[in-house]
């Protein structure tokens, strides 16, 4: 990590247009002040009664670090995943990292976020010179949108995220990512915080992060009595375990096509909902502008639409190669744990698509020059060419799958999907099947 001088400092705030001044976090008291003000608000969606508000308060002024959130009567278990936000340790770099992101930030959201996501910013002020204090941002979330913030130490598993989610709560980590960073992999406040947390106001799209913490819920239910009926067999319930998590998954790829990296159009734009993608400023313009990627119409209430989501895969690595443009949030309500988990299921045993396809029927509103045909992938397989990860995934699972056979009424589901392989492909792949499952 580098080490910068005050000098730096300077130059990274006149860059961003910020005053070096403004980057002043309030002090305990300041905090406590605004807590109770915005704490006594009976002028919202879910008021905070005084038996949750008391308590609440005073622990955050005993200056105890922030867990997870409390207004409310739900509570999740975290586990080893359990972090607090110390915010007294945040470093002035810390402070000066998250503004010059969200005054960048603010730049590409104004010209490129939807009008509802830029409203909710508004909302929860994400946009000030410092880190925000998750005890007042805690509670100004649940008194609009029900939803509060679960404090992590890393990502977690998909399992604990959309358990959390049931249960409305968001995971959260508490560390900034390093000043002058666009991009991360992995995710850091600029990420939760200031590409999130605005969403929880699109009703539509909190809806869609509920209904796959529902979902996990029934798989999860499903699993358990799977494992009762087999009696202790072990290879039986490594089986079932690997199912319940493969489709959850599958699931997953809904939630990223959408929460994380959705597009909509807005009076004839297309414009920016996805976290993922409102968290990097160069992926918010990339994501409309870039000539690199494909961006396709998708109606998820259509379920050939929907497996076409679930059957896409990607990687979280670099900017994406493909993105789903939603004609209006409506859409998004047909998107029930029962639709979600059915689209699931069928994703598993039918063949994938790489992100960086176009896929017959798909309603094209841009070609990107990072486009490949749907064949591509197993050539290059087969000539042992350099390919990324998502190709080499989709293609070993595809070529397994139809070794295997499809069953004509699952490929039915997805009309586009080809019934076939090359010829030749399923040859080369039949002669070198343990070779190429080997392949990571
Ligand atoms: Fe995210």
């Known amino acids: 990590m580098p080490e910068y001088t005050q000098a730096d400092y300077e130059l990274f705030a006149k860059k961003n247009s910020i005053q070096l001044s403004e980057i002043r976090p309030l002090s305990l008291e300041e905090r406590i002040q605004r807590l109770e003000a915005e704490m006594s608000r009976t002028d919202v969606p879910y008021p905070i009664p005084p038996n949750k508000r008391a308590p609440y308060i005073a622990a955050a002024q005993r200056g105890l670090p922030f867990r997870t959130g409390n207004p ?16 007294e340790n945040y470093t002035f770099e810390e402070h000066l990292s998250w503004a010059c992101l969200v005054a960048q930030q603010k730049k590409t959201k104004e010209k490129f976020a939807c009008q509802e996501y830029q409203n909710g910013e508004k909302l929860f002020e994400i946009s000030g010179g410092v880190i925000p204090d998750f005890y007042l941002l805690n509670a100004r979330i649940y008194q609009q949108t029900a939803w509060q913030l679960a404090t992590v130490n890393e990502i977690i598993p998909a399992e604990l995220f959309f358990t959390c989610h049931s249960k409305r709560f968001f995971p959260v980590t508490t560390f900034m990512r390093p000043l002058g960073t666009d ?3 992995e995710p850091d406040i600029g990420h939760d915080v200031a590409g999130h947390v605005a969403t929880f106001t699109i009703s539509a799209v ?3 992060m509920k209904y796959h913490g529902e979902t ?8 358990d009595q799977q494992i009762e009926a087999v009696q202790g067999d072990a ?4 089986l079932i375990k690997t199912t319940a998590d493969e489709l959850l ?15 909509v159009m807005e009076k004839g734009e297309v414009r920016d909902f996805g976290a993922g993608i409102l968290s990097s400023p160069g992926e918010t313009i990339y994501s409309i ?21 679930a059957n896409t895969d990607y990687l979280i690595s670099e900017f994406q190669k493909t993105y789903f443009v939603l004609e209006n949030f409506d859409l998004l309500e047909s998107l029930t744990p029962d639709r979600i988990l059915e689209a699931s299921k069928k994703a598993m045993n039918l063949p994938d698509f790489t992100w960086r396809e176009i896929v017959p029927g798909d309603r094209v509103i841009d070609v990107g020059t990072a486009m490949m ?16 990860e998502c190709l080499t995934r989709t293609a070993i699972k595809n070529l397994n799958l139809y070794r295997e056979g499809i069953s004509n009424e699952l490929l039915a589901q997805f009309k586009q999907m080809p019934r076939e392989v090359p010829h030749e492909v399923a040859l080369w792949f039949e002669g070198n099947l343990e070779i190429v499952n080997s392949v990571d």
């Open 72 to 87: 409310g009567t739900e509570s999740v278990a975290l586990g080893d995943y359990e972090c607090q936000q110390h915010y």
């Open 183 to 185: 991009y991360l992999e």
């Open 206 to 208: 909190a809806n869609v």
């Open 216 to 223: 996990r819920n029934i798989i999860y239910a499903e699993r």
């Open 235 to 238: 290879e039986a319930i490594r």
């Open 249 to 263: 998954k599958y699931a997953g790829r809904i939630y990223w096509f959408t929460v994380e990296f959705g597009l």
């Open 289 to 309: 502008g870039g000539s690199e990627s494909n961006r396709i119409l998708i109606d998820p209430s259509c379920d050939q639409d929907l497996l076409r989501l």
């Open 373 to 388: 045909s749907v064949n591509e992938k197993y050539h290059r397989l087969m000539a042992g060419q350099e390919m990324d």
